[in-house]
């Protein structure tokens, strides 16, 4: 058969946030949304580069419930509406995550090949892509367990390793998987680039379905037990009983390292995880003095730094091997070397519950966006933008007023039963626990200052009575 025509089901992980791209990546604007290469988000990026080999109707994504509404929005404005979002209840490794997509996917791809792709990765070329994608398919329908090998270009160690063993085929395009290395120390990696025969583990498998649930049967009895009772059983509170009970392992620990059906594919298309602001000196063009920057940067005599400025202008003098990243509410400055260690400053703030952690002052919603400008005890400032023909949902907020004043544009406002058209330099008054509405049914965009205030101003404070969007009927 030829490995073209072979049907590919492709599932998209895009359950994390990527902590070591604080402060731009937040727990509420993850990573795999962030546009930084670019006009499409990452997690855009990756469907677009695999529609040419699989169709949306055969895509998924996986994701959890407080990213759903901001990955379904990313999906939809790209007329994406055929690729499927399965919601994790909770976040359980990649392990939980390829067998919920496993068990979703059913019947449909129980002897297909399953394709199992990060959703914030960068790849250069997708024609190099696409032709691994086809003997990939070829050796998973052959009963192997296929992962995506990259030649190493410098001795990295913030990558695991895959040895390759002996050879698959006459031309060397397939090797058995010999051992995986967890992330080595410089030393170490520096042995493996001049050994030769190492690869960087991409995060990107093939596998038939069958042949993963019998790995699954033998590597993570635990995790398939669950499964099969989840689809024996199949509802939604089954799917969060059996989330509590999963183990929490990565794909590579719980199986690929203890298989021996494992085949590597060394594949050539300029891959980068994008795992921390490091990546970033290799992505983009580098001055006369080895530093990259991004946004309105004034630099003066610093050499080898990664220098990101995202509305404010920041002013550098005489740094080496320093990352400085600076967005409206949170900066970032640390030593290249430790790029690494910004997960670990995240996990602090988070313990803290410091709101950095969460969310930017900016917020997009799927009719626009909102920015936080001020707020303290019992008010809470809010500048609204309402994109052309965009409405918010009707709502009702149990604890808090609200003050609308009109700065551009036209709104029509919906408040209890009325509904009336408020121009610029006018404004509305919203009573607590009253049905609302704020529309824009105009060509132009709406800009609002919203006022809050109240004794409870958070964002839960809301039950959404209508919706024209894919959101859930409580924040």
């Not at 024609?127 to 190493?152: E, K, N, S």
């Amino acid at each position: 058969m030829d490995a073209s025509a072979i049907p590919i089901y492709g599932v998209i992980l895009a359950g994390g946030w990527g902590t070591r791209f604080w402060p731009l990546s937040r727990s509420q604007y993850p990573k795999q949304v962030v546009r930084l290469l670019g006009s499409e988000s990452m997690l855009q990026a990756t469907v677009e580069r695999l529609l040419p080999r699989i169709p949306p109707e055969r895509l998924a994504v996986v994701t959890n419930a407080s990213q759903a509404e901001l990955i379904h929005q990313e999906l939809h404005s790209k007329n994406w509406d055929g690729v499927r979002i399965w919601i994790e209840p909770e976040g359980r490794n990649t392990a939980a995550a390829v067998g919920l997509a496993a068990l979703f996917l059913g019947k449909e791809a129980e002897d297909a090949v399953m394709a199992v792709f990060p959703a914030d990765h960068f790849i250069q070329d997708r024609a190099g892509l696409l032709q691994a994608l086809d003997l990939g398919a070829a050796w998973a329908q052959a009963g192997y367990l296929v992962t995506f090998g990259i030649p190493p270009s410098r001795p990295e160690t913030g990558y695991g390793y895959i040895k390759q063993g002996p050879p698959l085929d006459e031309l060397g395009r397939a090797y058995r998987a010999g051992r995986f290395i967890e992330k080595p120390r410089l030393a170490r990696a520096r042995e493996f680039l001049s050994e030769g025969g190492y690869y960087w583990n991409s995060g990107i498998f093939l596998f038939r379905g069958d042949v993963l649930m019998e790995a699954f049967s033998r590597y993570l009895p635990d995790l398939h037990r669950e499964l099969l009772r989840l689809r024996a059983e199949d509802d939604e509170a089954t799917l969060e009983e059996v989330y509590r009970n999963l183990p929490s392992i990565s794909f590579d620990h719980g199986v690929l390292e203890k298989a021996e059906n494992v085949a590597v594919v060394p594949v050539e298309m300029g891959w980068n995880d994008v795992g921390t602001w490091e990546a970033l000196h290799e992505l983009f063009p580098r001055d006369e003095r080895n530093n990259v920057t991004i946004g309105r940067v004034m630099d003066q005599g610093s050499r080898d730094c990664i220098l990101f400025a995202q509305n404010r202008l920041v002013a550098t003098i005489g740094l080496e091997r320093t990352i400085v990243v600076d967005t409206p509410d949170a900066t970032l400055v640390c030593h290249r070397d430790r790029a690494q260690e910004v997960k670990d400053l995240v996990t602090e703030l988070h313990r803290q519950q410091m709101v950095e952690s969460v969310q930017h002052t900016t917020v997009e919603r799927p009719w626009g966006r909102y920015t936080l400008t001020d707020e303290g005890p019992g008010f809470k400032v809010k500048r609204i933008v309402v994109d052309p023909g965009k409405k918010l949902s009707l709502q009702v907020h149990q604890h808090r007023a609200e003050h609308w004043v009109v700065v551009s544009g036209t709104a029509r406002v919906t408040i209890g039963r009325d509904i009336s058209m408020v121009a610029s330099n006018q404004s509305v008054y919203i009573p607590p626990q009253t049905p609302h509405r704020l529309e824009n049914p105009t060509v132009e965009p709406l800009q609002i200052v919203e006022v809050q205030t109240g004794g409870y101003l958070e964002e839960d404070d809301i039950q959404r009575l209508e919706d024209d969007y894919w959101r859930p009927d409580r924040a």
